[in-house]
């Protein structure tokens, strides 16, 4: 399991499973007297936290350093959130631009609509994560191509989560014009300053903010209890990173509590080596260390909701983004900032080749890079009551095939076959991504598409595609060949139905290749 550390100055209750670990770890004792604990208070219905010895304002915090591991995501280790956070934390997700960088996947739909895995969509990622740590009231926030980003939450996550009492939800919110704001969104921040009369009303104590195009698997209760035990104001999760990787991440620099005190966007050359950090000050191992000797912005927030009001509303009233102006600005102001290391697989799917990465690399052997398969934290996605994968004479390995498929005498290799795919006798798969259907064709469709000369929805005879994405509702005829024997890095052939980025052929979504095709 992926490890998660907090890091900084920890107010811990001792426990037995913690003390003994951390206690040969620590460079001195806690006094009992500095010991604090969360506690929720009710005026009515008004939720408030307090830490019985502290002032989130003080300028007089005394540092106590705490051994990391003592809430490392380890069996042993537990939260214990008061109040817990269905009650106390929205969850509030940002959908992104316009993905211009992975289209012409984001040609119909927002890029957290985009498929993923065979059954699910990039959505699903967060607001399961979400869902697993116990936050059931959510926002998503998008601007573009939404329909089937509304469509599809609707359907997976239209029923009353977290029961009577807590009336979770899962809602979009699109841009809108309004008479303060006539713009779109300008940016992270602004989509959540425009949206702040609406989760101001919400009775909680933080926000927790998102991104809608990121895979990996994470606790956020751990993540807001460190929020919360560290007394912090905004508290940044932070991944290690090893020097060829770093330039491309907004990198942090911390001190030994572990609070950031720098921050550089995309640094090289003596910039990049200005920003090395000492990662076994958080929870890393010597060796582990010296490969990741750098710490970079995951784009994930911890945000008290003082703070954030304070922030958006009177410090910073201009600022667009959060990770360049906003958080650098409350470090800048005085303002707490900590880090909170998270340390497992992540990927930001921001790209066509980074996202065909992700997608092949669920087949990986032994273990995939990411797995569907932890009942621990499971991914939810809309129930579709499809039948299960038909597959007659096939030849599939290293291949992962989603529900309700058709996959007739063919071959199929190192490759991830989405829902209600149909691939006709004789047809090679292989490193490649299909998308697969939004609904079936009946025989009358099919032969009322014989007649006239067209191609049905899926994989023709005798075709060979070999390091491709298909997207949903494609119709490859038979004898298509879509190899790139020539090796072409980019290509725009839009009218023709598909694109080439980064080698990777990517056929259009409802795009019609005839039959005898050579891409």
Same mark, same amino acid.
């Given at each position: 399991?992926? $490890? ?15 003390? +003994?670990? $951390? +206690? ?6 806690? %006094? ?20 019985? +010895?502290?002032?989130?304002?003080? !300028?007089?915090?005394? %540092?106590?350093?705490?051994? #990391?591991?003592?809430? +490392? ?48 969509? *990039?959505?699903?990622? %967060?607001?399961?994560?979400? *869902? ?107 991944? #290690? ?18 609070? =950031? ?106 273990? #995939? ?11 939810? !996605?809309?129930?579709?009551? *499809? #039948? ?34 149909? =691939? ?9 991504? *299909? ?6 064709? !009946? ?12 191609? %049905? ?24 060949? =879509? =190899? ?21 052929? !990517? ?13």
């Amino acid at each position: 399991m992926s $490890s998660m550390v907090a890091i900084g100055a920890l107010r811990l209750p001792s426990s037995s499973s913690s003390a +003994s670990s $951390s +206690s040969s770890n620590m460079s001195r004792r806690v %006094p009992a007297t500095s010991m604090s604990f969360l506690a929720s208070t009710f005026t009515g219905e008004k939720i408030s936290s307090k830490a019985f +010895s502290v002032n989130r304002r003080s !300028t007089g915090r005394t %540092p106590l350093i705490v051994c #990391p591991k003592a809430v +490392s995501d380890s069996k042993n280790s537990q939260t214990c959130l008061d109040p817990d956070a269905s009650r106390s934390v929205l969850g509030i997700i940002l959908g992104g631009g316009a993905g211009t960088r992975l289209y012409p996947l984001t040609k119909k739909r927002a890029k957290p609509a985009v498929p993923l895995g065979a059954n699910y969509r *990039l959505i699903d990622i %967060p607001v399961s994560n979400c *869902l697993n740590s116990n936050i059931s009231k959510i926002y998503v926030l998008t601007q573009f191509n939404s329909a089937s980003l509304n469509r599809h939450l609707s359907r997976a996550y239209a029923s009353n989560l977290g029961g009577y009492k807590n009336e979770g939800f899962v809602e979009v919110l699109a841009a809108q014009q309004s008479p303060e704001n006539p713009n779109w969104f300008q940016g992270t921040a602004d989509a959540v300053r425009q949206y702040l009369w609406l989760f101001e009303e919400h009775n909680v104590l933080e926000f927790l903010i998102l991104a809608g195009d990121h895979l990996y698997r994470m606790d956020y209760e751990r993540f807001i209890q460190a929020h919360r035990e560290t007394d912090a104001d905004i508290t940044v999760a932070a991944l #290690p990173m090893d020097e060829k990787r770093a330039t491309a991440f907004g990198l942090m620099k911390i001190d030994e509590e572990g609070r =950031i005190i720098e921050f550089a966007e995309k640094p090289k050359g003596e910039q990049l080596k200005a920003m090395k950090v000492d990662t076994t000050i958080l929870g890393l191992d010597d060796e582990r260390a010296k490969e990741m000797p750098y710490i970079a912005s995951m784009g994930i927030y911890v945000v008290s909701k003082d703070v954030m009001l304070e922030l958006l509303r009177e410090k910073f009233p201009g600022a667009n983004d959060f990770g360049s102006e906003v958080i650098p600005g409350a470090t800048s102001i005085g303002m707490r900032v900590q880090a909170y290391l998270y340390d497992g697989y992540w990927e930001d799917i921001g790209t066509i080749e980074a996202f065909y990465n992700a997608n092949l690399g669920i087949t990986k052997k032994p273990v #995939p890079d990411f797995s569907f398969y932890d009942r621990s934290s499971p991914i939810y !996605t809309q129930p579709r009551y *499809l #039948p299960p994968s038909k597959m007659l004479d096939a030849d599939v390995t290293d291949s992962v095939i989603g529900e309700g498929c058709v996959i007739k005498n063919c071959k199929i290799h190192h490759s991830v076959v989405g829902l209600r795919s149909c =691939i006709s006798e004789g047809a090679i798969i292989e490193d490649t991504l *299909l998308m697969g259907a939004d609904y079936y064709e !009946t025989d009358a469709d099919r032969r009322f598409l014989a007649a006239k000369g067209s191609v %049905p929805i899926g994989i023709g005879k005798n075709s060979h595609i070999k390091r491709a994405i298909i997207d949903k509702n494609a119709r490859i005829g038979d004898n298509v060949k =879509i =190899i790139n024997s020539d090796n072409v890095q980019e290509a725009a052939r839009e009218t023709d139905g598909y694109f080439i980025k980064s080698g990777i052929v !990517t056929v259009i979504k409802d795009a019609l290749i005839p039959t005898g095709t050579v891409i």
